[in-house]
């Protein structure tokens, strides 16, 4: 059995036992960040397929910060 990521915790926690509209994604789009919902994040995503889970720096629930990358 292989063990979840954080991220997948994270968002595997969001979107079955929590309010996924509290969370918010940053992620690297070229040079720029991009904040979006949660929601949003999974659609323009595409479930990871479009946006890989390398380029997001930053999850927030509300203001509290849930997942940084290290050097961001």
């Known amino acids: 059995m292989t063990r979840k990521g954080r991220l997948e915790e994270i968002f595997s926690k969001a979107l079955y ?12 789009d070229f040079e720029n960040i991009v ?12 479930n990871f397929t479009l946006i890989p889970q390398n380029r997001i720096l930053l999850v927030k629930k ?7 990358k290290h050097g961001y």
């Not at 904040?35 to 595409?46: A, G, K, P, T, W």
Request: zero cysteines; hydrophobic letters at 40%; glycine letters at 0%.
């Open 62 to 68: 509300n203001q509290q910060v849930l997942y940084q």
């Open 17 to 28: 036992a929590d309010d996924a509209a509290l969370y918010s994604v940053s992620y690297r």
């Open 35 to 46: 904040e979006v919902s949660l929601q949003e994040f999974l659609m323009l995503s595409e």
